[in-house]
């Protein structure tokens, strides 16, 4: 509960209209793409790094908890307000400060969709890569907040590459300003680096300064099918052995190209254990001659069949296949918990092969795809939740893939982060020396526990 003096005092802040407490109001911010849910006490919508500042001030002082949050599109839990508090709904500001071709960087409020922010890049002639299959529907913010990845990092790299420099609010309300628009800097610690991937636990990003690149001229597709899942990941390696970095090197397996087919009838064979969908980008002679050597190199090493895209609107017709699997999953089954475990790329074969005897095991379907290049697999855990005994079989399947990551010498997340489902697993996976640097940061930026709590790193250590 929210003291009505306090909520006075933020309503002072930001405006009457925002900051609501109507039980129909809080059901709306209580939730992200995963199944957990948590109340908040208050939704907060600050416009300004100020505002934010000052709604931190009195936060700070009252210890009420503070969830930072975009668009709710995590698939951790990590904006789940689970201790109740304030959820700070940072989606108002949206706006694209600058965009300066000549240093080629755009400086950006945390809240800004990221797909706007790729289309009026792209008006300027210019390139912002990471890309989230959920860039219509997640923030600037929450991209960095979670280091967001997407198909096209094995080329480009992730969000974290293409951050220069931030603005911060901390816990006590100081904003901090890190990095700027300098490409080289090597004035003390990398403190940008602190609140990629923070998941709204050491700050609340106001504003981003983003490196952009120029646009690549060309893209080309194809579409490689593998009756054996081996041979798939032979050839992902022989093509990056070859020397030809593909901007996205995706791979279904059979789970998944019998749940795409089901519901969007491509035509994709159903008796084949992969299927890659592989794009080059750059000069278009250049993307032309690498999609031609992949091809072959992928009939050289098992493909049945390889289909090369003749132009961009057919490669972007093969790449639906790949595009049509999160909607298609959610047709299956009324729930889905969606993984995001990364293996050396050598590893990819194994791991699949032993996450199918887990869906055996527990007795669930569970989808495999992912960016193989990058050795990211998404293992989609389908159930129905409101069976708990088929419930209770999702969470010892989800530990038991967990497991599968750590043993081939992986980690828990690529991209999604780690927030309130992965979090008692962060020690096994780090080990307990970088569990307790990072608890001595968050003790140091957050020492009385109210930034987004319980999230991150696992209960118990004093945080809150
Ligand atoms: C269909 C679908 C596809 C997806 N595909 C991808 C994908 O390809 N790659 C990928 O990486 N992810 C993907 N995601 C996951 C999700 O979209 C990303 O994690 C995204 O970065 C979250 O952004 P958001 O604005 O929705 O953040 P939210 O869900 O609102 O928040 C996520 C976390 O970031 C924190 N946070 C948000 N904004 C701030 C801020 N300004 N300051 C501090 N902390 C903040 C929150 O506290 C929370 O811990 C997908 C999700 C869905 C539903």
Same mark, same amino acid.
């Given at each position: 509960?929210?003291?009505?003096?306090?909520?006075?005092e933020?309503?002072?802040i930001?405006?009457?209209e925002?900051?609501?407490?109507?039980?129909?109001?809080?059901?709306?911010?209580?939730?992200d793409?995963?199944?957990?849910?948590?109340?908040?006490?208050a939704?907060?919508?600050?416009?300004?790094?100020?505002?934010v500042?000052?709604?931190?001030?009195?936060?700070y002082r009252? *210890?009420?908890?503070?969830?930072?949050?975009?668009?709710?599109s995590?698939?951790?839990?990590?904006?789940?307000?689970?201790?109740?508090?304030?959820v700070?709904?940072?989606?108002?500001?949206?706006? %694209?400060?600058?965009?300066?071709?000549?240093? +080629?960087?755009?400086?950006?409020?945390?809240?800004?969709?990221?797909?706007?922010?790729?289309?009026?890049?792209?008006? #300027?002639?210019?390139y912002?890569?990471?890309?989230?299959?959920?860039?219509r #529907?997640s923030?600037i913010?929450?991209?960095?907040a979670?280091?967001?990845?997407?198909?096209?990092?094995?080329?480009?790299?992730?969000?974290?590459d293409?951050?220069?420099?931030?603005?911060?609010?901390?816990?006590d309300?100081?904003?901090?300003?890190?990095?700027?628009?300098t %490409?080289?800097?090597?004035?003390?610690?990398?403190?940008?680096?602190?609140?990629?991937?923070?998941?709204?636990?050491? /700050?609340?990003?106001?504003?981003?300064?983003?490196?952009?690149?120029?646009?690549?001229?060309?893209?080309?597709?194809?579409?490689?099918?593998?009756?054996?899942?081996?041979?798939?990941?032979?050839?992902?390696?022989?093509i990056?052995?070859?020397?030809?970095?593909?901007?996205?090197?995706e791979?279904?397996?059979?789970?998944?190209?019998?749940?795409?087919?089901a519901?969007?009838? +491509?035509?994709l064979?159903?008796?084949?254990?992969?299927?890659?969908? %592989?794009?080059t980008?750059?000069?278009?002679e250049?993307?032309?001659?690498?999609i031609?050597?992949?091809?072959e190199i992928?009939?050289?090493?098992g493909?049945?069949?390889?289909?090369?895209?003749?132009?961009?609107?057919?490669?972007?017709?093969? +790449?639906?296949?790949?595009?049509s699997?999160?909607?298609?999953?959610?047709?299956?089954?009324?729930n889905?918990? /969606?993984?995001?475990?990364?293996?050396?790329?050598s590893?990819?074969p *194994?791991?699949?092969?032993? %996450?199918?005897?887990?869906?055996?095991?527990?007795?669930?379907?569970i989808?495999?795809f992912? #960016?193989?290049?990058?050795?990211?697999? #998404?293992?989609?855990?389908?159930?129905d939740?409101?069976?708990?005994e088929?419930?209770a079989r999702?969470?010892?399947a989800?530990?038991?893939?967990?497991?599968?990551?750590?043993e081939?010498?992986?980690?828990?997340s690529? *991209?999604?982060?780690v927030?309130?489902?992965?979090?008692?697993?962060?020690?096994?996976n780090?080990?307990?020396?970088?569990?307790?640097?990072?608890?001595?940061?968050?003790?140091?930026?957050?020492?009385?526990?109210?930034?987004?709590?319980?999230?991150v790193l696992?209960?118990?250590g004093? *945080?809150?």
């Open positions: 509960m929210i003291e009505n003096s306090v909520l006075r933020l309503r002072s930001v405006g009457r925002w900051v609501h407490t109507e039980p129909e109001d809080l059901l709306c911010y209580g939730f793409a995963t199944f957990r849910e948590s109340l908040p006490d939704v907060v919508s600050p416009a300004t790094t100020e505002e500042s000052r709604i931190m001030q009195v936060a009252e *210890e009420i908890p503070v969830v930072p949050r975009g668009l709710g995590g698939l951790a839990g990590g904006s789940i307000p689970i201790h109740g508090g304030i700070l709904n940072l989606t108002r500001m949206n706006r %694209i400060l600058e965009i300066d071709r000549a240093n +080629m960087v755009a400086v950006v409020q945390a809240g800004v969709v990221t797909a706007d922010l790729q289309a009026e890049v792209a008006r #300027h002639g210019l912002y890569p990471p890309d989230p299959s959920s860039q #529907h923030s913010g929450g991209n960095i979670c280091n967001a990845g997407g198909p096209h990092c094995l080329k480009y790299g992730v969000t974290a293409y951050v220069l420099g931030l603005e911060v609010v901390l816990a309300g100081r904003i901090l300003r890190t990095g700027g628009k %490409i080289k800097r090597a004035v003390g610690y990398r403190l940008s680096d602190l609140f990629i991937g923070s998941e709204g636990t050491l /700050g609340v990003i106001t504003e981003a300064i983003l490196r952009l690149i120029p646009p690549p001229k060309a893209t080309c597709t194809a579409m490689a099918v593998f009756p054996r899942l081996n041979d798939a990941g032979v050839a992902v390696t022989r990056l052995e070859a020397g030809i970095i593909p901007v996205a090197l791979i279904m397996d059979d789970t998944t190209i019998a749940t795409v087919e519901h969007k009838k +491509m035509g064979p159903l008796d084949v254990e992969a299927i890659l969908v %592989i794009e980008d750059g000069e278009p250049q993307a032309r001659r690498e031609e050597q992949i091809a992928c009939r050289q090493n493909a049945r069949e390889v289909r090369v895209a003749a132009d961009e609107k057919e490669g972007a017709a093969l +790449m639906a296949a790949r595009k699997v999160s909607p298609s999953l959610a047709r299956r089954r009324p889905k918990l /969606g993984e995001d475990i990364t293996v050396p790329r590893a990819i *194994e791991a699949v092969a032993r %996450i199918k005897e887990v869906s055996r095991r527990y007795n669930l379907p989808p495999i992912g #960016h193989i290049g990058d050795g990211n697999l #998404h293992p989609n855990i389908l159930f939740r409101r069976d708990a088929e419930f999702v969470e010892q989800a530990e038991a893939i967990f497991r599968v990551a750590m081939l010498g992986g980690v828990l690529g *991209e999604h982060g927030g309130l489902l992965k979090r008692d697993f962060i020690e096994e780090l080990g307990p020396v970088a569990l307790e640097v990072m608890r001595a940061i968050k003790r140091t930026l957050d020492p009385k526990g109210i930034l987004n709590p319980g999230k696992p209960e118990g004093g *945080e809150r």
